[in-house]
């Protein structure tokens, strides 16, 4: 099973126009999924799990394809 590692929404000081709202698998936090992680959770669907950033664990982590640019199409969140 991969993961998707997701930001607390709560802890995101910048968020995405695009970005959705889910759970964490293990703690059940809400977290920010930005685009290019609902593309993963739409392309491995049922083999992919949300896990924030305090239940991350360890291990490798490679960024979801387009997740770089992501960032720099993100705003403060008081200007949303």
């Known amino acids: 099973m991969m993961r998707l590692l997701c930001m607390r929404l709560d802890e995101m000081l910048r968020v995405h126009p695009q970005q959705i709202s889910d759970k964490c698998s293990q703690c059940s936090a809400t977290v920010g999924v930005y685009p290019s992680g609902q593309r993963a959770l739409k392309e491995h669907h049922g083999n992919i799990e949300i896990v924030c950033n305090h239940c991350q664990g ?8 387009g997740a770089l640019d992501e960032p720099f199409q993100s705003k403060w969140r008081d200007e949303i």
Request: no cysteine; proline share 38%.
């Open 58 to 65: 360890s291990g490798p982590r490679v960024p979801a394809p």
